[in-house]
């Protein structure tokens, strides 16, 4: 089921955050790993790849558009596609609204 899919997981540096990219990247996701705290979004992008998958860190703010923008334009340059966004971040609505505007571009 999500076998070459690509996964954006904000507040990926702990806690169920972590877990789903683990868990996600088990089941063969790619994911984009999005947090504020650079040395844990890192050690997320560790364990996904030894759970098998690939994994790239973005130091994401998400209260921040401009952050906001650049997570989704790499998860887009490096894997073509975006086909989940898991927004376990404190905020997402930046998020949210960022891909809302643009799924005709994303999908």
């Known amino acids: 089921m999500t076998d070459q899919k690509v996964a954006i997981i904000t507040g990926g540096s702990s806690g169920i955050g972590r877990a789903i990219a683990v868990a996600l ?11 504020r ?3 844990e979004g890192e050690e997320t992008v560790r364990l996904v790849k030894e759970a098998g998958s690939d994994g790239i860190f973005v130091k994401t703010d998400v209260t921040n558009e401009n952050d906001v923008r650049l997570l989704v334009e790499k998860t887009i340059e490096n894997h073509g596609r975006l086909d989940y966004a898991f927004n376990n971040a404190g905020t997402e ?3 949210l609204k960022l891909l809302l505007a643009r799924r005709t571009h994303l999908f």
Do not use: N, Y
């Open 25 to 35: 990247a088990e089941h063969g996701a790619k994911i984009m790993v999005a947090a």
């Open 37 to 39: 705290r650079a040395k």
């Open 93 to 95: 609505l930046q998020l």
